[in-house]
């Protein structure tokens, strides 16, 4: 489209591609960096994350998604990343933006799964206009957990059987190799620094105005973990929808997540500033 610009940024030594959706307007206020979640589930919710970035862009602010290190098009190696390295990542698009786009009166950052657990990271060394949580990953242990069943049932699938299990796997992370899950090298750096986290602890420097969203395919209650996590973000809204995981691949998949971006364009509109 005519106006998305891809590009290149540097980030040290490494360099991460991105993509700008200028806005469709000569005077944006605000603009917004895009966190996309972890491994697979980012090419699964590259739809919806190009299609917002859209209507975001014709309501006039302007969009910067772009790939971590060792992601997508950028350079790097999946398994030399972690957690410091992606945050740092989402500093440097944070400048980028501001420098592609002067005069914006802030950034906002929006993220989906663990893009979202790492916005709220970088909230924390970044003063955000606003913080956007799309179903964020409370507990990092429980992720990689589940990160890590993946890893046991592609050894179903080919083996018909279990050869290594989930402590064995730990093992050889300790011991400095990698193990694959959904075709990605997970190294011991990303292994630990996502377990370690627990966003609801964590002093989210976010003062600005914050949208929490459980996104739930049965519209069930919120979780205590999302609720703890609005309590410990001033200024947050925390809101259940009711949307397929689309960050999965899901027979119901259309590429669309319609009731997600309807509420937080709605919540976006009863903001001020």
């Given at each position: ?13 490494c ?6 959706h ?18 697979e589930?980012?090419?699964?919710a ?7 970035a ?22 790097g190696?999946f ?16 400048r980028?933006?501001?420098t ?8 906002g950052l929006?993220?989906?799964r ?15 206009a ?16 589940e ?11 080919i ?7 989930r ?5 050889e ?8 899950a959904d075709?990605?090298e ?5 292994y630990?620094?996502i ?8 002093n ?6 914050s ?5 739930d395919?049965?519209?069930g209650?919120?979780?205590e ?6 309590k ?14 689309f ?6 998949y ?8 309807r509420?937080?364009l ?8």
């Amino acid at each position: 489209m005519k106006n998305e610009t891809p590009f290149f940024f540097a980030n040290g030594s490494c360099r991460l591609f991105g993509m700008l959706h200028e806005a469709e307007n000569d005077s944006p206020v605000n603009g917004y960096v895009f966190c996309y979640p972890f491994a697979e589930e980012r090419l699964w919710a590259q739809r919806v994350y190009v299609d917002f970035a859209r209507e975001l862009s014709r309501r006039g602010d302007p969009v910067l998604r772009f790939d971590y290190t060792g992601n997508g098009d950028s350079e790097g190696n999946f398994e030399d990343a972690d957690v410091e390295t992606w945050l740092s990542d989402i500093d440097c698009a944070i400048r980028m933006l501001k420098t592609m786009v002067p005069g914006l009166d802030g950034v906002g950052l929006i993220g989906l799964r663990f893009g979202a657990t790492l916005a709220a990271l970088a909230a924390e060394r970044n003063e955000a206009a606003r913080l956007i949580l799309w179903d964020p990953i409370i507990d990092g242990n429980q992720y990689m957990q589940e990160i890590l069943r993946s890893n046991l049932m592609t050894q179903a699938a080919i083996f018909k059987e279990i050869q290594r299990d989930r402590r064995m796997l730990v093992q050889e992370l300790m011991e400095g190799k990698t193990v694959n899950a959904d075709g990605y090298e997970i190294g011991r750096r990303m292994y630990e620094g996502i377990s370690e986290i627990r966003l609801n602890e964590r002093n989210i420097g976010c003062e600005k105005d914050s949208l929490i969203v459980q996104i739930d395919s049965r519209g069930g209650p919120i979780r205590e973990g999302i609720t703890d996590l609005g309590k410990s973000i001033a200024r947050s809204s925390v809101i259940n929808v009711r949307e397929e995981p689309f960050w999965r691949e899901i027979k119901t998949y259309n590429g669309k997540a319609v009731n997600l971006c309807r509420a937080t364009l709605e919540w976006m509109d009863s903001c001020h500033g």
